[in-house]
């Protein structure tokens, strides 16, 4: 197999899993108020806790025994197929629910999204055969059998399945004490904890057997094994030091809700956005069960919920010292480790966020072919079109100026198409068109809108999906809504324009793309790296053999004023399996460029295999400058 080969692999399953944790996550985040509810509630009035009061106790039992498997279960098929899907999730829930006698944190996270799938399946097998008139009741006595059938089926099988995990764990967790390697057992709690495991494991397997130790010893370290929140607090501690966006803003709380609180349940999310972060979370157990051993520390009785405080109340006499030190050595080997993947990834994440998370399982995306959100605007009332990137002055201008001019050639010069940096999306767009790795941000920017997602702002079919809208339509008499037009000066200088380069790598143009802007005095320096940043965020590839190589939104105050370069490469620059021959780089003020995009635009939709080639390979730099800075 090739290097490049196991690469993409690799990076293939990576994506996989971190769809997958984003999946789990989506499903808690919603809920994470019921947990710290149910926290809050049992830190305060069991036996052990702040404020013992055996009355007011019993209220946490129904909640983590009902109220948040319901609460996941539902999230779950709600995730897959809106509320419907979320109602049988729920039926669903509750079946695995009274099959067990510990909290079906887990079987909720299997039957919610199971149920949301089968009944979305069915309703898409069966909507072309319902009898006019019958919708809603088969609709409702379809949820209502399969939901049922769903219920018992967890209750006489997937409820025993998780059980037995649980039989299984406990008896792993012994065998790796009978052998004398009582730290390898975080290799099976860390991971079975963001299972939602935790209480299991505690309860279960680990409380039993520190119970038997501690009428012997007086002490017992299994009550420290799963209770220890030091592995949390360090990837909580790497999350806050290099994460970003709501990921790093929320820690702070999270880790005083974790750390004083005992809700381990906060940070599980954090984990599951990043599976690989399961490797911080064992070495940190690890680390802190090998230090407990080495000193001998333990407790007198299980420390629930799990906070510090806990910890230090069931702590004996002498073991002050051993129980702290695991506590710390844990959070230090757990933070070091986590920091590691948390610091990598932070430049990779192009703002991921706990939001990011929580949304990323809503979303769903078409590869290699047009999506449309579920929104439609009929073609009679359809007046303003907003292309939208990052920046919003290249691959987002350039869409915008193809798509007008296409629909000024139809007959409809009526609508407006403009562009726009997202974030900024007009409030009165009626259709977005955005790429679809930014549909996430479009749509929460301009949520009133249509959204229709591409792999690339040219080639695509976005005026043809109009075209069809306006015809269905009968689109006739449309008020205007307004041209807005682009300014006529021209940015681009004869001086600016470099012929006859030799081929690089696609970095190398890039950077010589951004040298000659800033030659020219258009940018500061630090404009470069965010070109790079946005060649590896999106291609600017536009089609044609031509590129558009611009800044990404964070550099935009690196913008001294509008001005274009374009540089020619007769043998090509690859960009990835599309090679360009004019690289155009753009540094856009006030929609000064917006002329010259134009002009690029029509470039691509008029010129002739011939003519393309004069530009790739011309020795005059007016050749070029005519086609490109003539106004239309």
């Given at each position: 197999m090739?290097?490049?080969?196991?690469?993409?692999?690799?990076?293939?399953?990576?994506?996989?899993?971190?769809?997958?944790g984003?999946?789990?996550?989506?499903?808690?985040?919603?809920?994470?108020?019921?947990?710290?509810?149910?926290?809050?509630?049992?830190?305060l009035?069991?036996?052990?806790?702040?404020?013992?009061?055996?009355?007011?106790?019993?209220?946490?039992?129904?909640?983590?025994?009902?109220?948040?498997?319901?609460?996941?279960?539902?999230?779950?098929g709600?995730?897959?197929?809106?509320?419907?899907?979320?109602?049988?999730?729920?039926i669903?829930?509750?079946?695995?629910?009274?099959?067990?006698?510990?909290?079906?944190?887990?079987?909720?996270?299997?039957?919610?999204?199971?149920?949301?799938?089968?009944?979305?399946?069915?309703?898409?097998?069966?909507?072309?055969?319902?009898?006019?008139?019958?919708?809603m009741?088969?609709?409702?006595?379809?949820?209502?059998?399969?939901?049922g059938?769903?219920?018992?089926?967890?209750?006489?099988?997937?409820?025993?399945?998780?059980?037995?995990?649980?039989?299984?764990?406990?008896a792993?967790?012994?065998?790796?004490?009978?052998?004398?390697l009582?730290?390898?057992?975080?290799?099976?709690?860390?991971?079975?904890?963001?299972?939602?495991?935790?209480?299991a494991?505690?309860?279960?397997?680990?409380?039993?057997?520190?119970?038997?130790?501690?009428?012997?010893?007086?002490?017992?370290?299994?009550?420290?094994?799963?209770?220890?929140?030091?592995?949390?607090?360090?990837?909580?501690?790497?999350?806050?030091?290099?994460?970003?966006?709501?990921?790093?803003?929320?820690?702070?709380?999270?880790?005083?809700?974790?750390?004083?609180?005992?809700?381990?349940?906060?940070?599980?999310?954090?984990?599951?956005?990043?599976?690989?972060l399961?490797?911080?979370?064992?070495?940190?157990?690890?680390?802190?069960?090998?230090?407990?051993?080495?000193?001998?520390?333990?407790?007198?009785?299980?420390?629930?919920?799990?906070?510090?405080?806990?910890?230090?109340?069931?702590?004996?006499?002498?073991?002050?010292?051993?129980?702290m030190a695991?506590?710390?050595?844990?959070?230090?080997?757990?933070?070091?480790?986590?920091?590691?993947?948390?610091?990598?990834?932070?430049?990779?994440?192009?703002?991921e966020?706990?939001?990011?998370a929580?949304?990323?399982?809503?979303?769903?995306?078409q590869?290699?072919?047009?999506?449309?959100?579920?929104?439609?605007?009929?073609?009679?009332?359809?007046q303003?079109?907003?292309?939208?990137?990052d920046?919003?002055?290249?691959?987002?201008?350039?869409?915008?100026?193809?798509?007008r001019?296409?629909?000024?050639?139809?007959?409809?010069?009526?609508?407006?198409?403009?562009?726009?940096?997202?974030?900024?999306?007009?409030?009165?767009?009626?259709?977005?068109?955005?790429?679809?790795?930014?549909?996430?941000?479009?749509?929460?920017?301009?949520?009133?809108?249509?959204?229709?997602?591409?792999?690339?702002?040219t080639?695509?079919?976005?005026?043809?999906?109009?075209?069809?809208?306006?015809?269905?339509?009968?689109?006739?008499?449309?008020?205007?809504?307004?041209?807005?037009?682009?300014?006529?000066?021209?940015?681009?200088?004869?001086?600016?324009?470099?012929?006859?380069?030799?081929?690089?790598?696609?970095?190398?143009?890039?950077?010589?793309?951004?040298?000659?802007?800033?030659?020219?005095?258009?940018?500061?320096?630090?404009?470069?790296?965010?070109?790079?940043?946005?060649?590896?965020?999106?291609?600017?590839?536009?089609?044609?053999?031509?590129?558009?190589?611009?800044?990404?939104?964070?550099?935009?105050?690196?913008i001294?004023?509008?001005?274009?370069?374009?540089?020619?490469?007769?043998?090509?620059?690859?960009?990835?399996?599309?090679?360009?021959?004019?690289?155009?780089?753009?540094?856009?003020?006030?929609?000064?460029?917006?002329?010259?995009?134009?002009?690029?635009?029509?470039?691509?939709?008029?010129c002739?295999?011939?003519?393309?080639?004069?530009?790739?390979?011309?020795?005059?730099?007016s050749?070029?400058?005519?086609r490109?800075?003539?106004?239309?």
């Amino acid at each position: 197999m090739s290097t490049a080969t196991g690469s993409a692999q690799s990076a293939g399953f990576q994506e996989a899993m971190q769809k997958f944790g984003r999946f789990l996550s989506g499903m808690v985040l919603p809920n994470i108020g019921a947990f710290i509810a149910w926290g809050l509630l049992t830190a305060l009035f069991i036996p052990t806790g702040w404020l013992p009061n055996e009355y007011l106790a019993q209220v946490g039992g129904p909640m983590s025994k009902w109220l948040i498997p319901l609460l996941l279960g539902y999230s779950g098929g709600a995730a897959v197929y809106s509320h419907r899907g979320g109602v049988l999730g729920t039926i669903a829930t509750a079946g695995v629910i009274a099959g067990a006698d510990i909290p079906m944190f887990l079987g909720a996270m299997i039957m919610g999204p199971l149920a949301g799938y089968l009944m979305k399946k069915f309703d898409q097998a069966i909507e072309n055969s319902i009898p006019t008139g019958f919708e809603m009741l088969v609709n409702n006595f379809s949820a209502g059998i399969l939901g049922g059938i769903l219920a018992v089926l967890a209750y006489v099988a997937v409820g025993p399945v998780v059980l037995a995990a649980n039989g299984v764990l406990r008896a792993g967790v012994e065998g790796i004490v009978a052998v004398g390697l009582l730290p390898l057992a975080s290799i099976i709690i860390e991971p079975a904890k963001i299972l939602f495991l935790n209480n299991a494991i505690n309860h279960g397997v680990l409380s039993p057997l520190g119970i038997q130790q501690a009428e012997e010893f007086g002490k017992s370290m299994f009550f420290m094994l799963e209770a220890n929140p030091g592995p949390g607090l360090g990837v909580l501690l790497a999350y806050w030091f290099f994460g970003k966006g709501m990921a790093r803003d929320s820690t702070p709380g999270a880790m005083i809700i974790h750390l004083l609180g005992g809700i381990h349940e906060i940070y599980f999310p954090y984990v599951l956005m990043k599976p690989v972060l399961l490797i911080a979370v064992i070495a940190g157990g690890m680390a802190g069960v090998a230090t407990l051993q080495l000193l001998g520390g333990g407790l007198i009785a299980p420390s629930s919920p799990g906070s510090i405080i806990a910890i230090l109340a069931m702590t004996p006499k002498g073991a002050f010292i051993a129980n702290m030190a695991d506590f710390l050595v844990a959070t230090v080997v757990s933070c070091a480790v986590a920091s590691v993947f948390v610091k990598v990834s932070a430049g990779e994440e192009s703002g991921e966020s706990l939001t990011e998370a929580r949304e990323a399982m809503r979303q769903r995306k078409q590869r290699g072919q047009l999506a449309t959100s579920e929104a439609r605007v009929s073609g009679y009332e359809l007046q303003r079109i907003v292309y939208a990137c990052d920046a919003g002055m290249g691959s987002s201008a350039l869409g915008a100026a193809s798509l007008r001019k296409k629909l000024r050639a139809a007959g409809h010069g009526e609508i407006s198409v403009t562009n726009a940096a997202i974030g900024h999306i007009p409030k009165d767009a009626q259709i977005v068109v955005t790429h679809e790795k930014l549909a996430q941000r479009a749509r929460e920017d301009s949520p009133q809108a249509e959204h229709i997602l591409v792999r690339n702002f040219t080639q695509n079919d976005v005026f043809e999906q109009i075209m069809d809208r306006l015809s269905e339509d009968k689109l006739v008499g449309v008020m205007a809504d307004g041209q807005t037009g682009s300014r006529e000066k021209h940015v681009l200088d004869l001086s600016n324009i470099q012929l006859g380069l030799k081929s690089v790598s696609k970095e190398e143009a890039i950077t010589a793309t951004g040298r000659a802007l800033v030659k020219a005095g258009f940018v500061e320096e630090n404009y470069i790296d965010g070109m790079l940043k946005r060649e590896a965020d999106i291609s600017t590839y536009v089609g044609k053999g031509i590129a558009i190589p611009h800044g990404e939104a964070a550099v935009k105050d690196a913008i001294r004023q509008s001005g274009i370069v374009v540089l020619q490469y007769p043998q090509g620059i690859k960009f990835g399996d599309d090679t360009a021959h004019i690289l155009v780089g753009i540094a856009g003020k006030d929609n000064d460029h917006l002329s010259i995009l134009a002009n690029i635009a029509s470039t691509m939709d008029e010129c002739s295999e011939a003519e393309l080639k004069q530009l790739y390979n011309t020795k005059d730099a007016s050749v070029l400058y005519k086609r490109f800075a003539q106004a239309n």
